[in-house]
């Protein structure tokens, strides 16, 4: 019975402890439309953030808290610095405790083409949020959000 006791109190004391942090995933010109392609059900997020950015934690930090009050949103955040600065972006992520949510970076020789490719009408400005419908509708903002600007963008 002790032993039960124990196993069980380590695996309620692992469930609450939180994710461990994740390297971002190498983002390449033929992961492009599975990222962008339309969820199956509810909305994706594709928070697009670099470490050089000034509003970009604050706009992570929005649309992860919006995230958690809409089970229907999937959130990704795609970083358009090298993934070879993955430590270092991991680290950004993990400080803001923002390392939660799946995470890419680029892996192009030519981050122009994947701006292209994930936005044709995008100017590469962060932060940038695209909002993919189940319906695949698209719309996208650039410029720091806030809850109301979100809510919004999704209407």
Known sequence: MRCLTFTL???LAMVA???AATAPVALTAG???SLVAPPA????LIAIWSLDCAYCEENLS???AYQRAHADIELVFVATDPVDQAGALEARLKAAKLDTVPSRAYADATPDRLNFLVDPAWGGETPRTMVIKAD???RAFSGA????R???LLN
Do not use: M, S
């Open 9 to 11: 109190a380590t695996l």
């Open 17 to 19: 402890l939180p994710a």
């Open 31 to 33: 992961d492009v439309p």
């Open 41 to 44: 059900k509810g909305v994706k």
């Open 62 to 64: 929005a649309l992860l």
């Open 136 to 138: 695949g509708t698209r």
């Open 145 to 148: 959000l806030t809850a109301e």
């Open 150 to 152: 979100i809510a919004k």
